[in-house]
């Protein structure tokens, strides 16, 4: 059986917001933040306040069995249009073949939606085609590091905000692919900002999310970059007086992964081009090969080797391995000479 086709976030919220409902959504995947907003939607959007207290139902997977969800669908609203079942924590269910029977001839008026998080139907079983052929399934995939600004970029511009290139790496640097905490501190910023001027600044960044402007590891990766020593070393005394900052554990990711592109880039067969860099890095534009293009004059690939392995002997040590005592700002130091000379 041909494993189901993916179905875009996007393209199930329009349907929704057109009030064209399926009778099954199974919204499953390693990012909640997606499952949660369409859960979410239906919830408050489908019924109105009246039909909401008889004809919707939220389920929890470990507390309820397969069958009983299903006997709850197949019931028919009280005054209504539709009946809405939310099942949360819908991977603690198991016995699909109830579902399967459920399928074959599913309630029509009954909106059945399944929250999977942290893992996945199996595409090629028989019970996830069935649910694609007559309702939406839908994985909720975590969003890659690279395409973070991008998200951020358009979350800020469906609010009436704009943002600067270097506000968008401190975001994303600082804070990650935790989509619902990434969209919490958004959110803190569209309501931090006068409504005469919707631009997110680094001042702004600095003031309501507390990253500095100035020593963060956008900055540290631009001294890395350009070898600029002076500014790392200060960007280095800056983290070792300021443990809040996060200091080695946050910095040593983005550190080894600018390293790790870089060694990819040096066998680009067509490095000195900024398009072919690009599309070898999957990069979303040749503007953001200019590092790596700057990278490359500075470090050639045996050093790049190198660079990598100090930082996979700094993590050894950072966790204890070959050095009882150690201190953070130490190693950070060590790996940034290294690195610098």
Known sequence: MA???????????KELKQRIFAPIYYLMGDEAYYIDLIADYIAENVLNDTE????QTILYGPDVTMAQVVDIARRYPMMAEHQVIIVKEAQGLNNYEALEAYLNNPQSSTILVFCHKNGSLDKRKRVAAMVASVGVLFESKKLRERDLPTFIERYLRERGVGIENKSLQLIADDIGPDLHRLTSELDKLVLALD????MVTPEVVEKQIGVSKDFNGFELRDALVNKNIFKANQIVKYFDENPRSGGLFALMPLIYKFFQNLLIA???PQKDSPEALAKWLE??????TKDYLTGMRNYNAMKVVQIISKIREIDAKSKGLDNPNTPQGELLSELIYFILH
Not at 3 to 13: A, L, Q, R, T, W
Not at 195 to 198: G, I
């Open 3 to 13: 494993e189901p086709k993916n179905v875009s976030f996007d393209g199930v919220m």
């Open 52 to 55: 909401r207290d008889f004809n």
């Open 195 to 198: 409504n005469d001027n919707r």
């Open 266 to 268: 040096h066998y680009c």
């Open 283 to 288: 990069l979303k534009n040749s503007w953001a």
